[in-house]
């Protein structure tokens, strides 16, 4: 059985994107960027909303990352941009059958509804959340509305000299 890992860039307020769906404000520079491109080759599979996948459309990125297996959650995308980004009409069926799967962990990269979705069903088995010296005030939830709270486990964490903290927990079962 695989692992699903909500691997997600967070502000100190809790937001993955600002209110115009906007992520340019976190630090694209600083040692935990390194740590994060290198944590991206321990997955098997990449799975993720459609307005995040949006985001990298948005500057041509078609398939952002060739290596994995890439599902997007979408109920209105007609077609895929690229064969190898396949297209999922619902989160938590997707996520049943990979973690059902052998291999390795799959990325839950965005966004905070599917993620919230997925943590609602008890999907979700860990959460890293690279968390930046940046406030939004407003803007996109790190999880959306949940139905009920979800304990974590701080399994730990590392201050980078960015002042980027990164922070990895285990979600306690329901």
């Given at each position: 059985m695989r692992k699903l890992v909500y691997h997600v860039a967070s502000t100190l307020d809790g937001f993955i994107a600002d209110r115009d769906h906007d992520v340019s404000a976190?630090?694209?520079?600083?040692?935990?960027?390194?740590?994060?491109?290198?944590?991206?080759?321990?997955?098997?599979a990449v799975v993720m909303g459609r307005a995040t996948y949006e985001l990298g459309l948005r500057f041509g990125v078609e398939d952002p990352y060739p290596?994995?297996?890439?599902?997007?959650?979408?109920?209105t995308m007609a077609a895929s941009p690229h064969p190898h980004v396949k297209l999922e009409p619902d989160g938590?069926?997707?996520?049943?059958?990979?973690?059902?799967?052998?291999?390795?962990?799959?990325?839950?990269?965005?966004?905070?509804?599917?993620?919230?979705?997925?943590?609602?069903?008890s999907l979700v088995d860990e959460v890293v959340v690279k968390l930046n010296p940046l406030l939004f005030g407003d803007g996109l939830g790190l999880t959306g509305r949940?139905?009920?709270?979800?304990?974590?486990?701080?399994?730990?964490?590392k201050v980078h000299d960015s002042g980027v903290v990164v922070l990895r927990y285990a979600v306690d079962a329901a």
């Open positions: 976190f630090p694209t520079t600083g040692d935990h960027v390194d740590e994060y491109l290198s944590s991206l080759r321990s997955y098997g290596w994995l297996d890439t599902f997007v959650v979408s109920r938590v069926d997707l996520a049943r059958r990979l973690r059902a799967e052998d291999g390795a962990p799959v990325y839950l990269c965005g966004g905070g509804v599917l993620a919230g979705a997925l943590f609602d069903a949940l139905a009920r709270a979800r304990p974590l486990r701080l399994a730990s964490a």
